[in-house]
C-alpha cells in the first residue's frame, strides 16, 4: 500500500500490531509522547547509529528485512563492545516515496527478529518523509551489571583478542558491489557464479555476502579480565588504532595469527587478492576487539600484543613494519 494512503499514523499503529511482546519493565511503550521504562539498579549504556541509503546500503543489494536486521545489529554491537546488555530499541524513519508499507513491514520483521533473538524491546521513534533516500537511526539502549568496558583501559603487555574470523564483510561488499545483484540462494551444492570472468563457488560467495549484509553479534562470555573492548566496525587497524589512541599505547600484532575464514582464503585466491587487505583495513566485521592480560583464558583468536608505543605488523618471515589506522572514515575518502 502507497503510504500517501496510510499515513504516518496509520504506518505507526501498523507497525506497533507487528512489533514483539515488549518485556514488562516497559511501563509504556510505542503510542505516547515518550517511553516510560523502570531503571535497573545499574549503569545505562545509550548508543545511536545512522544508516542513509547510499551511503551505508543500496537497495539494488539488500532485502529490507536485511537491512532491518544489520540497522538493530550495528547498534547491539555497540553495547555488546561496552560488556552490557541490549534492552530497549527507538527506531527513527525518513520514508522516500519509492517506499511502500509493505517495504516498510519487511523492514520491521528484520529489526523484531534480532530483536527478539536478543530479548529488546522496540519502545518507540519517529516517523517522517525523506526527499532523499531512506533515512534510518536507531537508538539503543542497555545496561550493564558490573562495569563498562572502554576503550581506554588497556596496558603494555596485554594480550590483544578478536572474536571472529575478519574480512569476510568487506569481501562480501567488494563481491556485492562488482556484482550489482540480490544473492539470496545458490542452485546445488557445487554451483558457480561468474565474477570478472572467475568461476567462484556460489557457496563461498553468499556465504561472505550474508556476512556484510546480517552480521550476528556475538557478546564476550567472561568479561572478568577484559581491561578494554572496541567493535571492529571501521577496520581492525583502524579500531585497534580507537584503542591504542584512548588507552596511550602501541600494538603489535602477527599478520600470520589473524583468523581468516576457509571462505575468504578461497574467493581471494581466485581474484588473487590478499585476504588480509580485507581483514585488516575492511571493516563491518561487528566482531569484538578486546585486550586482556596473556594468560587470560577465552575462545577468542590472540592476534598481539600491547606495547609501550609505536604500531607494529610483523609477517610470517618476521619483518617488522609500521602500521597506520586505516580503515574507513567519512568524509576523508570523497576527496
Ligand atoms: P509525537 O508527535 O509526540 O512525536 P509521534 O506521532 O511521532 O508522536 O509518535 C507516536 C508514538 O509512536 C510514539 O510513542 C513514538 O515513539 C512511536 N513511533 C513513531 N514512529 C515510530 C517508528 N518508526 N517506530 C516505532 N515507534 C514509532
Ligand atoms: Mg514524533
Do not use: W
Not at 32 to 53: G, N, Y
Not at 184 to 194: P, T, V
Not at 241 to 259: F, L, M, N, Q, W
Amino acid at each position: 500500500m502507497r503510504l500517501s494512503k496510510l499515513g504516518e499514523f496509520g504506518l505507526i499503529k501498523k507497525l506497533q500490531k507487528k512489533i514483539p511482546a515488549i518485556s514488562p519493565d516497559v511501563i509504556t511503550g510505542i503510542g505516547d509522547d515518550a517511553a516510560a521504562i523502570k531503571v535497573p539498579k545499574s549503569r545505562i549504556l545509550v548508543t545511536s547509529d545512522m544508516l542513509i541509503e547510499g551511503v551505508h546500503f543500496d537497495l539494488s543489494f539488500t532485502t529490507f528485512y536485511q537491512l532491518g536486521h544489520k540497522f538493530l545489529a550495528v547498534n547491539i554491537s555497540d553495547i555488546l563492545a561496552m560488556g552490557g546488555e541490549p534492552k530497549y530499541f527507538l527506531v527513527s524513519i525518513g520514508i522516500p516515496e519509492k517506499c511502500d508499507s509493505e517495504n516498510i513491514n519487511e523492514l520491521y520483521s528484520g529489526i523484531s527478529a534480532i530483536a527478539r533473538k536478543f530479548g529488546i524491546s522496540i519502545i518507540g521513534g519517529d516517523t517522517c518523509a525523506s526527499k532523499n533516500g531512506l533515512i534510518l537511526n536507531g537508538t539503543l539502549i542497555g545496561n550493564v551489571k558490573h562495569r563498562t568496558i572502554n576503550r581506554s583501559g588497556a596496558k603494555a603487555g596485554d594480550g590483544i583478542f578478536i572474536t571472529d574470523t575478519a574480512g569476510d564483510s568487506a569481501m562480501g561488499l567488494f563481491l556485492l558491489l562488482n556484482l550489482k545483484q540480490k544473492i539470496k540462494r545458490c542452485e546445488s551444492e557445487k554451483a558457480g557464479i561468474k565474477f570478472q570472468g572467475i568461476s567462484l563457488e556460489c557457496r563461498n560467495v553468499l556465504s561472505l555476502v550474508k556476512k556484510h549484509l546480517m552480521p550476528q553479534p556475538v557478546h564476550l562470555k567472561n568479561t572478568h579480565r577484559v581491561t578494554s573492548m572496541i567493535d571492529i566496525s571501521d577496520g581492525l587497524l583502524a579500531d585497534l588504532g580507537h584503542i591504542c589512541d584512548e588507552s596511550r599505547t602501541g600494538a603489535v600484532i602477527y599478520k600470520e595469527k589473524i583468523p581468516l575464514s576457509g571462505e575468504l582464503l578461497s574467493v581471494a585466491k581466485k581474484l588473487g587478492r590478499d585476504p588480509l587487505d580485507f581483514a585488516l583495513k575492511g571493516g563491518e566485521d561487528y566482531i569484538l576487539l578486546f585486550t586482556a592480560p596473556v594468560s587470560y583464558r577465552t575462545n577468542a583468536y590472540r592476534i598481539g600484543e600491547i606495547i609501550k608505543k609505536g604500531r607494529y605488523i610483523i609477517d610470517s618471515n618476521g619483518r617488522k613494519s609500521r602500521f597506520k589506522a586505516e580503515g574507513y572514515e567519512h568524509f576523508k575518502n570523497s576527496e
